[in-house]
């Protein structure tokens, strides 16, 4: 249990945006005894299919020390890394890790948080900075805070209050994504895969795949799902092309499964044929309905505007090859718990939360993009459009 040492001038929180990023605070400034609500736009919950994360020590430590969740009983332990050559041969190296579903996470947090306190279907039109907090319109109601945080995601609707110059930047290139249950792959692929973390390094190009937990969180053998992700080159004019769906409709910066255009389809699956090492190509041909999403950069310059701070992929969107989207998003939250804790008022606190998440978030972004460089797969950047119609919860809602 927490110790309840919140500064006393910060008594109300007010938290526009209930996928991880939102959910993170809300858990850890409830277990301080803060009154916190969160606003989520959306209705129900969100899914999740194809959010395979890695787990990183961050977002551990909060399963175990804030929501009472083992976080080994909900995480598939992998052994090993894999590296598949383009000659056909494989090198292998012993290496810890586990891996967890989006899904995994948002139920622990959901169930920690009293239900109460989660708005779903009611979208924050519009968020009012005062002198000491701010004033959430929910609606025709609006109701007063002394701390607000914005977490809506990379395609946040008030980020300009704290970082007008943050919109996500189109970083060059997708990543293609698929899910297979594992009572579906022939069981031949299933022992292949096991208990490793799987890469392929091609010409601008990355494969990767790995096990996640199934339906309801199961880790057991046979009822896990395989997440496999393709990062491949998309200039802007392709990127149109294959984020329109089959029926015409343009998505702008994803596609969600069952969508993809049946040329898109067959391109995928000619690419994989002729490029990739034959275990991974069975997977993509193994998948019954695979989508994309592209790669986006943003980098906040500013992450506080008084008593409204700025979380989350709203603040800094970082390439998913640093693994850290969502340690990034729990670490926001564990700061501001500890700082909230130690400092002697909500501006101090503030004021060190912002220079330390800033810090932090600015090195990831930098690594996000030295990665992309050096995997060839960057190109020109461009201005990500403001009508993103993102259907995954965690590129969105996070």
Request: aromatic share 6%; with cysteine; net charge neutral.
């Amino acid at each position: 249990m927490l110790a309840v040492t919140a500064t006393p001038d910060i008594t109300s929180v007010g938290i526009v945006g209930g996928s991880l990023a939102g959910l993170f605070h809300a858990v850890a400034l409830t277990g301080l005894g803060l009154d916190v609500d969160v606003w989520e736009r959306s209705t129900g919950r969100p899914d999740d299919r194809g959010a395979g994360i890695v787990l990183q020590p961050g977002v551990a430590w909060f399963l175990r020390e804030l929501c009472g969740v083992d976080p080994d009983r909900v995480s598939v332990p992998v052994t090993h890394r894999q590296f598949f050559t383009g000659d056909g041969n494989v090198r292998i190296m012993p290496m810890r890790q586990q891996m967890i579903s989006w899904g995994a996470i948002y139920q622990a947090l959901r169930d920690t948080l009293p239900a109460e306190r989660y708005h779903d279907g009611q979208p924050v039109t519009a968020l009012v900075p005062g002198p000491a907090g701010a004033t959430v319109h929910v609606g025709e109601a609006a109701r007063a805070v002394d701390l607000a945080i914005i977490a809506d995601g990379s395609a946040s609707r008030h980020r300009g209050l704290v970082a007008p110059d943050g919109a996500p930047r189109y970083a060059g290139y997708v990543a293609y994504r698929g899910v297979i249950d594992e009572a579906d792959l022939p069981q031949e692929l299933a022992t292949r895969f096991g208990d490793r973390f799987s890469f392929w390094d091609g010409e601008r190009s990355q494969f990767l795949c790995y096990f996640i937990p199934g339906d309801n969180g199961t880790t057991a053998t046979g009822h896990r799902r395989m997440n496999w992700v393709w990062y491949t080159r998309a200039d802007p004019p392709e990127l149109a092309r294959i984020t329109t769906d089959r029926n015409g409709t343009r998505h702008g910066l994803s596609l969600p499964p069952g969508l993809l255009a049946p040329q898109v389809r067959t391109d995928l699956l000619a690419s994989a044929r002729s490029t990739l090492p034959e275990p991974l190509r069975r997977l993509v041909e193994h998948t019954t309905e695979p989508f994309l999403q592209a790669i986006l950069d943003a980098r906040a310059t500013r992450m506080r505007n008084h008593r409204i701070l700025l979380t989350g992929d709203a603040a800094f969107v970082v390439r998913p090859h640093t693994a850290a989207s969502t340690e990034k998003a729990a670490a926001d939250a564990i700061t501001l718990l500890h700082a909230l804790q130690q400092a002697p008022s909500a501006d101090t606190a503030l004021q060190a939360w912002e220079r330390l998440r800033l810090a932090e978030g600015t090195a990831i972004h930098r690594q996000g993009v030295s990665l992309g460089r050096r995997l060839g797969l960057s190109g020109p950047e461009t201005t990500a459009g403001t009508d993103d119609r993102t259907w995954w919860g965690a590129e969105r809602r996070s």
